[in-house]
């Protein structure tokens, strides 16, 4: 029976909980059509630079978030393939959490099936699961990003529109 390996990453945004759940469903909206998983090779290999990158196919979908008594909100499932044996499928969920009236935590937990069996698991041990970690953290820097971006954006368009009741 194969073994299912799990991982976890967390980041804290600057975004309000209230609005990191939109902006988190439009970043994988457009990531549906087209994106890639990136490894920073250095967080492999000290002395290598560059990233080591491959197109994956990834759907995600939005449900209740039912480990969070307090308030109802979402959670995002999220799944890839890379279309080939060498990465496996990923399944993972992006949970937010309120960390103050102006940050986010985003925890993303994922887990996912060695490849080729008893060597898979071998090298899953030894550094499949560094990639897959330093995956993961990628992947949710750039989620951050794009909802830090937006709140930015925002923000500047907010301040620059003119305050009711003045005059022109």
């Known amino acids: 029976m194969p073994v299912i390996s799990r991982v976890s990453v967390e980041r804290l945004v600057q975004v309000p909980f209230a609005i990191a759940h939109d902006y988190a469903e439009d970043f994988f ?61 990923f399944h993972g969920t992006l949970r937010l959490r309120i960390d103050s009236v102006e940050s986010t935590l985003l925890t993303l937990e994922g887990s996912y099936r060695a490849p080729f069996g008893a060597p898979g698991l071998l090298f899953d041990r030894v550094l499949g699961r560094r990639i897959a970690r330093t995956t993961m953290r990628e992947l949710l820097e750039r989620v951050a990003l794009a909802l830090e971006r937006r709140e930015l954006d925002y923000r500047a368009e907010d301040a620059a529109r003119p305050a009711s009741g003045s005059r022109a």
């Open 29 to 89: 909206r457009a990531a549906e059509r087209n994106i890639e998983v990136r490894v920073p090779l250095r967080d492999l290999f000290w002395a290598v630079r560059g990233k080591f990158r491959r197109p994956v196919r990834l759907v995600f979908s939005r449900h209740p978030d039912e480990t969070d008594e307090g308030r109802a909100h979402d959670e995002m499932r999220i799944a890839w393939t890379a279309g080939t044996r060498l990465f496996p499928h």
